[in-house]
Structure formats: C-alpha cells, structure tokens
Nanobody, 128 residues
Framework: QVQLAESGGGSVQTGGSLRLSCALV?????????MAWFRQALGQEREAVAT???????SYADSVKGRFTISLNNAKDTLYLQMISLKADDTAMYYC?????????????????????WGVGTQVTVSS
C-alpha cells in the first residue's frame, strides 16, 4: 500500500529557508512514478510547484523557479523540497503527491486531480 507522509513545515521569516521531506512507503519501483509537491493557500486552488519523474527530470512552476529544488533520495525513501528566499506568497499547506508514470507527462502544470496518492500536508508560514 502506497503512503506518503510530509514533515519539515513551520514558520519562517521572509528570505528564510525550509526543507520539506516526504517519506515514501510502499513504492516498490520509484522509476514508475511521477512525484510532485503541491501547495494550497487559503481560498485558493491546489497548485503544483515542482515535479520529478522516474528518469529524474524536474519541472517547476514559474513562481518558484530558482528558489525551490525538488529531489528524490532513493536510499532514504524520501522526496524533498528545498525552499530558499521564501516570500509571504509561499505561505500555504504543502503536499507531496505521486502517480503512476510510464514516460508520459510529468510537468509542473499537471493538475492535482491527475495524482492518485497524497500525503496529509505540512504547513509553511512565511512572515515579515
């Protein structure tokens, strides 16, 4: 059974950094998955901020390019999102997600409804 569990959220000042982690359980062959980090601010739709496919190719939303980095550590069964230069607009609940992948589309404009597996989220709050 596939399970994802986020951690690492918290409160940080503008310009600060955080690293989110997502523990992966039950992913027997990770090259078969498109994995992503999404976020959802109050009153807004859930949006993808970064994706990584089974070949290691990454994609980012324009709003986070150059500031966020998605990575996958297979030895630790963990998906990461390194965030630097945080802004107030980055305040949101952050979720990791995964979906089966066999070479198809896995870019950061892929919608939330296309992902089958989700964690429960971790809150990131950025204040000045």
């Amino acid at each position: 059974q596939v399970q994802l569990a986020e951690s690492g959220g918290g409160s940080v000042q503008t310009g600060g950094s955080l690293r989110l982690s997502c523990a992966l359980v039950g992913f027997s062959y990770r090259a078969s998955y498109c994995m992503a980090w999404f976020r959802q601010a109050l009153g807004q739709e859930r949006e993808a901020v970064a994706t990584i496919n089974g070949a290691g190719t990454t994609s980012y939303a324009d709003s986070v390019k150059g500031r966020f980095t998605i990575s996958l550590n297979n030895a630790k069964d963990t998906l990461y999102l390194q965030m630097i230069s945080l802004k107030a607009d980055d305040t949101a609940m952050y979720y990791c997600a995964a979906d089966g992948w066999s070479g198809g589309y896995c870019d950061a404009d892929r919608g939330a409804s296309s992902f089958d597996y989700w964690g429960v989220g971790t809150q990131v709050t950025v204040s000045s």
